[in-house]
């Protein structure tokens, strides 16, 4: 079993709060669904809100469900009283695609380090068929003292 990531030991999925509203995440549809030792779990609809033209889950929100996931992960790592987490680059690369249901990322880190972290996402549909492996970095940032 590995040790639990987050900065606060007790932290449970019901404390965090997010989607705040008036957010991209909001307007997605997206929501966080489970809060492990290490990983964060969230998903998202493939509906009108998510699709492109095509009738496919469009590579755009992908990215985005990629990125809150990781985000949120990286912030959950580090004491919020002291520092902000920002992404400095994000990959994805599309490997199924999706018209229907919900499609689900797994968050895990790769990196947890004082300045940056890397974190390995991976979103699946509701066959747990892989759709779409990102990557993000992120910048750990010190809070500017008052």
Known sequence: MSDII???KEIELK???HPREQTLSSHLG??????????LI???PVD?????PHGL???GASVALAETLGSVGAWLTVDPEKFNVVGLEINANHV?????????GVARPLHKGANT??????????????????????????KKQA
């Not at 997206?30 to 990983?39: A, Q």
């Not at 068929?129 to 750990?140: E, G, K, W």
Request: glycine share 6%.
């Open 96 to 104: 199924r695609s999706a018209r229907h249901g919900f499609v689900s």
């Open 117 to 142: 972290q890397v974190w390995d996402i991976r979103i699946s549909d509701e066959e747990a068929r892989l759709v779409c492996v990102s990557r993000l970095t992120v910048a750990v940032i010190p």
């Open 30 to 39: 997206m929501e966080l669904t489970e809060l492990g030792k290490d990983y």
């Open 6 to 8: 987050w900065f606060n």
């Open 48 to 52: 009108h809100r998510t699709r492109q």
């Open 42 to 44: 969230g998903r998202m």
């Open 57 to 59: 889950l469009h590579g």
């Open 15 to 17: 404390d965090i709060l």
